[in-house]
């Protein structure tokens, strides 16, 4: 007999949902959106007609009080994610939440104590583990082509390119770059360095520049884009030392003034890696030795339209990994331990700027 659809309901109505979300789960037949809700009861009523949802609600509680709902798809602002995430799992739901986990590293530990207590699948939506590219990386890596990764360097640099609303008001988000571009190329870079434990943290964030008014370039635009604050660093740099003696660089920027630049390097005792940005179609580059000569190999990864990353839509992969999960007990590709993991080393980054020394985690 054919499984039910898994019901889920959509919380947040803004522009992530609307975007991916909402457009991506009506591209996979074994799910049903039941239902979604958000503050803005006419945005969520909205969406609701433009994605032929049944029901529209001002609360996630009123969406989770419905019979038979099994996930909770989290797509509030970063301070949100908490309080959503534990009334999710207080009503038993799995959960796939979007990055990061938290604002602060009290709300994570108490989302962790209500997921581990639920025992549901929690999936981070740190969609760039999901790409192709990142995941043919991963099997190499598994597969040990690499040996001993040691060393890691995460860099995503926009030369403008704050985004407007609830981002800039760290009451709303927690930071600036370093948890809205930093989670994705410095928790890429970790998962394909085997999310080794992170021990030490020395960073400096700059809050120079600001609330700039450059013509001629374009921002992500929250749909809650009335600008509380402007309160957020510009960009930051610094280096994690892991456990296992590794280490990684970073640089990440809303508005620095140097050039745009995604990309992120491993480099192993036997080869090292470099991953393009996908906005710029460049391709993954694997950097080895061949009977003693030095090689530059590019793995082939299928295009695909979809904003240019390699392969499938990644927001495709990750909801089909948390059906998979949910259907099958296998471990997420981006779990609760590293959705910690990668919070633990945000926060480190923002405790040493303030402290202006290396810290200890
Ligand atoms: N994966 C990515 O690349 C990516 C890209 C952009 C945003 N995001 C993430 O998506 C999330 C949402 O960002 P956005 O750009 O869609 O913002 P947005 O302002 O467009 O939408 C957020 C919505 O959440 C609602 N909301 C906030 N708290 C709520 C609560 N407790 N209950 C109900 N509704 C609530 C707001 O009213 C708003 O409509 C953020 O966590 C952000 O980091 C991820």
């Not at 970063?78 to 038993?92: D, E, Q």
Request: with cysteine; aromatic share 10%; glycine share 10%.
């Amino acid at each position: 007999m054919a499984e039910q659809k898994l019901k889920v309901a959509i919380i947040g109505a803004g522009n992530i949902a609307q975007n991916a979300h909402l457009p991506t789960y009506k591209d996979i037949p074994d799910v049903e959106i039941v239902a979604i809700a958000d503050w803005n009861l006419e945005r969520a009523q909205e969406a609701a007609k433009k994605f032929g949802i049944p029901n529209a609600f001002a609360s996630c509680e009123e969406a989770f009080a419905l019979p038979g709902l099994d996930i909770a798809d989290i797509c509030v602002w970063n301070k949100s994610h908490a309080p959503v995430a534990i009334a999710a799992a207080k009503r038993g739901l799995h959960i796939l939440c979007e990055k990061p986990m938290a604002w602060d590293m009290n709300d994570a530990y108490a989302m962790e104590a209500a997921i581990k207590e639920s025992g549901k699948v929690f999936v981070l939506g740190v969609m760039n583990r999901y790409r192709k590219d990142v995941q043919l990386l991963k099997e190499m890596a598994n597969a040990g082509k690499f040996g001993d990764i040691y060393y890691g360097k995460a860099i995503y640099l926009r030369r403008r390119g704050t985004p407007l609303g609830w981002f800039t008001d760290t009451q709303k988000s927690g930071g600036g770059p370093v948890i809205d571009i930093g989670v994705h190329c410095i928790d890429r870079t970790w998962y394909l360095m085997g999310c080794p434990r992170p021990v030490r943290v020395s960073a400096s964030t700059s809050y120079r520049i600001g609330d700039y008014q450059t013509k001629g370039v374009s921002r992500w635009v929250a749909l809650d884009s009335d600008v509380t604050a402007f309160d957020t660093e510009d960009s930051a740099s610094g280096v994690i030392h892991f456990e296992n003696g590794a280490s990684m660089l970073f640089e990440v920027s809303w508005a620095i003034n140097l050039p745009n630049e995604e990309v992120s390097f491993i480099a192993g005792t036997k080869a090292g890696a470099k991953l393009g940005s996908p906005m710029e179609d460049k391709p993954v580059a694997v950097y080895g030795e061949d009977c003693g000569f030095l090689t530059d190999n590019e793995p082939y990864i299928e295009k695909s339209p979809f904003f240019g990353f390699g392969g499938d839509n990644p927001f495709k992969t990750e909801i089909l990994e948390l059906v998979n999960c949910i259907r099958t007990g296998k471990k997420p590709i981006s779990p609760l331990e590293d959705a910690l993991g990668i919070e633990r080393i945000l926060m480190g980054i923002y405790e040493s700027a303030k402290a202006g020394k290396e810290i200890t985690l």
